[in-house]
């Protein structure tokens, strides 16, 4: 079992570029979040989604965009990086809800914006 | 709104003994806790999650959670320190009766020295 699988690991932008992050879970959970997680801040909550078709923002949506077409996939967007966007990127699925439900998490993905 | 503390930075203890890292939170309502851990270069795990019930939940790798509400706290315990214990520790409620969201502690640094 793969479990949330997150691509690329690795990322350096230049202000400005965009990029997305892939996030893929094969636990046929119905929702999905992206955390980032940044040194003494612990992880705050960007976008989440109950199911295909529904996302709603977190606590610092600014400058991050969400999809959900399909139960398995959640990728978030960076439009126009900045560096106040460098960070460790966590997606992580649950069955039964964030408050709920264990959360599982991918590996992460380190973006730095330079 | 609902918060949680973790108000050390870094616990030290040596292999074997017992270790404490500390959680209070405030919440309106019934409170929904839990415990994360995060290896290095890894995503958080599940520990433990308290709901209902008995005040003391027992969890993954031998640790176990106090929750005390009259003190709110919710504090991680292990009766005896392994080296491979050493990890970042985060403490986090539910945000909100909806479910949809954690808030995350900012976590707490545990090295057992062997």
């Known amino acids: 079992n793969a479990g949330v699988t997150q691509t690329p690991k690795f990322q350096v932008l230049k202000t400005g570029q965009s990029m997305t992050l892939q996030c893929a879970q094969d636990?046929?959970?119905?929702?999905m979040s992206w955390y980032r997680q940044d040194p003494g801040m612990g992880l705050r909550l960007i976008h989440y989604?109950?199911?295909?078709?529904?996302?709603d923002q977190g606590e610092v949506p600014n400058g991050y965009n969400v999809s959900r077409s399909t139960t398995e996939d959640f990728p978030l967007r960076l439009l126009s990086a900045a560096p106040s966007q460098t960070s460790v990127y966590f997606c992580?699925?649950?069955?039964?809800?964030?408050?709920?439900?264990?959360?599982?998490f991918g590996e992460g993905s380190r973006l730095t914006v330079l | 709104a609902q918060s949680v503390a973790q108000p050390e930075d870094q616990v030290n203890v040596a292999e074997g003994n017992p270790l404490t890292v500390k959680c209070t939170y405030s919440?309106?309502?019934?409170?929904?806790l839990f415990w994360y851990v995060q290896y290095p270069n890894r995503g958080l795990q599940f520990l433990l999650k308290?709901?209902?019930?008995?005040?003391l939940v027992k969890g993954s790798y031998g640790f176990e959670a106090e929750f005390n509400k009259s003190q709110t706290s919710f504090h991680l315990k292990k009766p005896s320190a392994l080296v491979s214990d050493s990890a970042l520790y985060f403490c986090?409620?539910?945000?909100?009766?909806?479910?949809?969201?954690?808030?995350f502690g900012k976590g707490t640094t545990l090295s057992v020295s062997s």
């Open positions: 636990m046929n959970h119905e929702y």
């Open positions: 986090a409620v539910r945000a909100s009766q909806a479910g949809t969201a954690l808030i």
């Open positions: 989604s109950v199911g295909a078709g529904i996302t």
């Open positions: 992580a699925s649950s069955r039964q809800g964030a408050g709920i439900g264990e959360l599982f």
């Open positions: 308290y709901i209902t019930g008995d005040n």
């Open positions: 919440v309106s309502g019934n409170p929904y």
